[in-house]
């Protein structure tokens, strides 16, 4: 080894001792910053109106999985097999994944939006 990267492990050796040691978190979040800035993903903050807009979204799908718990719910009495209650179980899964994905969307468009 030449005397420059001597030098250069050195120097490093010197920065990380004062540090002391990380724990496993913080060196999984510095290996994620480190593939993020490989792979030129952008790290900026939400604005105010992306944090609200965020909420809103939740807030919404939140109540439209509550009101369709709630029309299962009321389904219920009403049934007369077991085949029927599946389905309605069924109907009710498959309600709460799309909301959910649909959320889910909705809240990456509004983090994908540029800061007016």
Not at 37 to 42: I, P
């Amino acid at each position: 080894m030449g005397k420059d990267k001597w030098a250069a492990v050195s120097a490093k050796l010197s920065t990380m001792s004062g540090d002391g040691p990380k724990s496993a978190y913080e060196l999984a979040m510095e290996r994620l910053r480190q593939k993020d800035k490989e792979a030129s993903v952008d790290d900026r903050p939400l604005t105010d109106e992306q944090k609200a807009a965020i909420a809103e979204a939740r807030q919404f799908y939140t109540a439209k999985v509550a009101e369709r718990e709630i029309l299962h719910q009321a389904a219920l009495p009403g049934v007369r097999t077991h085949e029927e209650l599946d389905r309605l179980n069924e109907e009710l899964r498959r309600d709460r994944e799309r909301l959910a994905t649909d959320r889910d969307r909705k809240i990456a468009d509004i983090r994908g939006k540029k800061p007016s």
